[in-house]
């Protein structure tokens, strides 16, 4: 089975341009040069419907869904519960009433630690003494090792932020992790036979919690995915000059890029 992964960030958590900043990246006008924060959208067609998954819901994920044409939503995965990647939640009411006008809810997948984050952060929403008439209609669902959304399976991957322990995915032949610094050698074996690898590289600067580019580059020759498309990128590295660098089979992401994938 075949479906479509979209980018609808590829930034970081202060978005590129950043505010405050009159940087040659900050100030250029390739449109490939403005960075959203980080979220992919995967979609594909099964038994003659549409099926949509979105990992993170970031602060721009109204925007996002806005320029994408999204018009429902089957489930949401969690990569962790910084702001960058779950602040959009609440943007997923109105999507969120076509969903209970089917019947149901949206699942958001999540782990213990991120579904505690949500509950806190979206009380109005999540509190069983909530009154909010129009607060979205979701529920958070435990992230196990696989969860299978309409017959794509998502598979786990465990990484680290930092000291922060994470998770990025992967479904099918294609693998997303964001916000990483370090991926345990077990979770090496579980992208073995990727088609395309999506790996977040910040800067070259070293960062405690994030990898630089010159890591992820290493990180993909290991993986050895036929393509590697780099995200979570800060406004140090401009997207056509860094991508002149960058070795056949890798490159910078952007917002909106869109490619089939193997489910």
Same mark, same amino acid.
């Given at each position: 089975m075949e479906g479509l992964l979209t980018f609808l960030g590829t930034g970081t958590s202060m978005g590129v341009p950043t505010l405050g900043c009159s940087c040659a990246v900050c100030t250029s006008t390739d449109p490939h040069d403005r960075r959203?924060? /980080?979220? &992919?959208?995967?979609?594909?067609? =099964?038994? $003659?419907?549409?099926?949509?998954?979105? @990992?993170?819901?970031? /602060?721009?994920?109204?925007? #996002?869904?806005?320029?994408? $044409? %999204?018009?429902?939503?089957?489930?949401?995965?969690?990569? *962790? +519960? *910084?702001?960058?990647?779950?602040? +959009?939640?609440?943007?997923?009411?109105p999507l969120?009433?076509?969903?209970?006008r089917e019947g149901g809810q949206i699942p958001l997948y999540a782990t213990e630690e991120t579904a505690g984050t949500l509950r806190k952060v979206f009380d109005y929403t999540f509190s069983p003494e909530a009154t909010y008439p129009t607060r979205a209609r979701v529920r958070i669902e435990p992230l196990e090792e696989k969860t299978t959304v309409h017959s794509v399976e998502f598979l786990r991957i465990p990484v680290l932020h930092g000291k922060m322990g994470i998770v990025g995915f992967r479904f099918g032949r294609t693998a997303y992790l964001t916000d990483v610094s370090t991926i345990p050698e077990t979770s090496f074996a579980l992208m073995? +036979?990727?088609?395309? &690898?999506?790996?977040?590289? %910040?800067r070259h600067k070293p960062h405690p919690s994030h990898a630089?580019?010159? #890591?992820?580059? =290493?990180? !993909?020759?290991? @993986?050895?995915?036929? #393509?590697?498309?780099?995200? *979570?990128?800060? *406004?140090?590295? $401009?997207? !056509? =000059?860094?991508?002149?660098?960058?070795?056949? $089979?890798?490159?910078?992401?952007?917002?909106g890029l869109w490619f089939p994938v193997v489910l």
């Open positions: 959203l924060r /980080p979220s &992919v959208l995967l979609r594909w067609h =099964e038994a $003659g419907r549409e099926r949509v998954v979105v @990992i993170d819901t970031g /602060p721009d994920f109204r925007e #996002q869904a806005l320029r994408t $044409g %999204l018009s429902r939503v089957d489930a949401v995965f969690y990569t *962790h +519960g *910084h702001a960058d990647h779950i602040l +959009g939640m609440d943007d997923l009411r969120s009433f076509v969903a209970a073995e +036979g990727l088609d395309c &690898v999506i790996l977040s590289a %910040l630089t580019l010159d #890591q992820a580059v =290493e990180w !993909a020759r290991r @993986i050895g995915a036929r #393509q590697t498309w780099f995200t *979570h990128i800060a *406004h140090e590295l $401009g997207h !056509a =000059e860094t991508n002149r660098t960058l070795p056949d $089979g890798m490159a910078l992401a952007y917002d």
